[in-house]
């Protein structure tokens, strides 16, 4: 059985920093490119980041030199470490699991997707 479990989520204050982890359970992680979506109330779900198999990351424009993606495949986890955060930032984050790698902008590509922790920004 396939799994992925996010963690990390929470009420931070504006210009604070948060730590999200994500661990996949039931495929070999190296072989999988690993992004991070969120969904904020009322908006569509938008990509975040990515750290595809090879360990290369992509980023967001809205996030780029904030959010740093990392993985650990020891441990089977990927990472997104989150500065400066905005209350824009607030939302529900997901990650997701995609063999190899592809199209890493679009939730429907991925192979696994997790149910999500929620970020919370006040000002």
């Known amino acids: 059985q396939v799994q992925l479990v996010e963690s990390g989520g929470g009420l931070v204050q504006a210009g604070g920093s948060l730590r999200l982890s994500c661990a996949l359970s039931g495929r070999t992680f190296r072989d999988y490119s690993m992004g991070w979506f969120r969904q904020a109330p009322g908006k569509e779900r938008e990509f975040v980041a990515t750290?595809?198999?090879?360990?290369?990351?992509i980023y967001a424009d809205s996030v780029k030199g904030r959010f740093t993606i990392s993985r650990d495949n020891a441990k089977n986890t990927v990472f997104l470490q989150m500065s400066s955060l905005k209350p824009e930032d607030t939302a529900v984050y997901y990650c997701?699991?995609?063999?190899?790698?592809?199209?890493?902008?679009?939730?429907?590509?991925?192979?696994?997707r997790g149910q999500g922790t929620q970020v919370t920004v006040s000002s």
């Open positions: 997701a699991a995609e063999y190899r790698g592809g199209d890493y902008y679009r939730w429907q590509t991925y192979d696994y």
């Open positions: 750290i595809t198999w090879t360990g290369g990351s």
